[in-house]
């Protein structure tokens, strides 16, 4: 049986002779539009989207190499975002995990949903899963929505870390999750102390970036939208209510409110398929089939196989 990946490497091929001519040659240069408010930092935000916690950890590492350099940071997640958090900053720092080779949909509507900038240094980073997974377009989308408030580019980076995508544990033919159990590790996080370092640098140099997106295979692959692909795949979607313990944690987790705990129902319509239920349940009680088999979540994964992360 083909895996995920390979299908939908064929339902790109399929539908390019069709869509190529509604698509960009090439893409716009993402820099900035203002002038760079300020060459000092005295407050920055780092403001994360994470389900597992992997973009949270280096969210945190980044967030405290800041502070180390005496820069008064606001940080956490942009579910829990209090406007008043990123008020008079002179740096911003968003991080996203890889969500089918782009930014999860949530985390655009999120910096749309922000004021202007208005010259305010801005930065990016996400974490992603496997070595294919689109990730410098990825980042490159945060950054181009920033630019879009009013934001001045100055970095952006990727750190590679277990992949959360449930549905590869057992796929031989596919990325192999083992081989990155150790990840993010203490050179993952050495990494992030070093991104935080250039971004002070170049904010302090007055250094403002310009990026672009490249045209790959899997950015290609964004525009026939691989988690409703991903989705046909997959029925049996649900609470099973003799496991449910009605912690809420699943619903706190679900970027589309799509999760109901206390009906015991998935609005599967409504669902992105982001596996924030079935990965951060810690009774096991989200029924996911796939290819007929009962997915496991991220959680059980690590529980399973004894696995922890260092910080």
Known sequence: MESRRSFLKKSVLIGTAAALPTLPSCYSSIQATVPMKTKSINKAAVLWYSQTGNTMRCGKVLAETLEKNKIDVSSGEIRDFNENSIKNIDLLVIGAP????????YVKKFIQSLQDLEGVPVAAYVTFGGPEGNQYNAACSILEELALK?????????FQSISSFTMIYDDEKNFKTKENTILPDRKTYKKVREYAGTIISEVKNGSSSTFKKSLTLREFSTFFGPAWWTKKFTDNHYIIKEKCVGCGKCREKCPTKSIDPDSFTVNTDTCIFCLGCVN??????????????????????????????EY
């Open 98 to 105: 890889v969500f089918y080779y782009d930014v999860p949909e």
């Open 150 to 158: 009013k934001g001045v580019p100055v970095g952006l980076s990727f």
């Open 280 to 309: 951060n349940c810690d009774y096991q009680a989200i029924n996911i089939m796939y290819r007929d088999k009962r997915v496991v979540g991220f959680n059980d994964y690590l529980k399973k196989n004894n696995l922890s992360f």
